[in-house]
């Protein structure tokens, strides 16, 4: 199982990045994804999920500004990030959920003010 994370980097606030998650070794389509962060000095926070259906959700302060989408045919997560905040800054991971629950290794996003 691999779950490979890309796509983060420096940006001004204001800015925007997409992440993308590419996986294999497990039936990516029936498993709900989500995107996590870890910024310093803080717990880990759910960002975003969608489940196998497409269905949605987010953490109130992303709201608006990134959305989550999946790929089943690529088996690629993505979150694209806009309007970004120096609070966004964090290590981003994605994540499925399933029996067992199954994480990347995290990409770096550092929003400068």
């Known amino acids: 199982v691999q779950l490979v994370e890309s796509g983060g980097g420096l940006v001004q606030s204001g800015g925007s990045l997409r992440l993308s998650c590419a996986c294999s070794?497990?039936?990516?389509?029936?498993?709900?994804m989500s995107w996590y962060r870890r910024a310093p000095g803080k717990e880990r926070e759910l960002v975003a999920r969608?489940?196998?259906?497409?269905?949605?959700e987010y953490v109130d302060s992303v709201k608006g500004r990134f959305t989550i989408s999946r790929d089943n045919a690529k088996n690629t997560l993505y979150l694209q990030m806009s309007s970004l905040k120096p609070e966004d800054t964090a290590v981003y991971y994605c994540?499925?959920?399933?029996?067992?629950?199954?994480w990347g290794q995290g990409t770096q996003v550092t929003v400068s003010s």
């Open positions: 070794g497990f039936t990516f389509s029936r498993y709900d």
């Open positions: 969608i489940d196998s259906t497409g269905f949605t």
């Open positions: 994540m499925a959920r399933g029996v067992i629950d199954f």
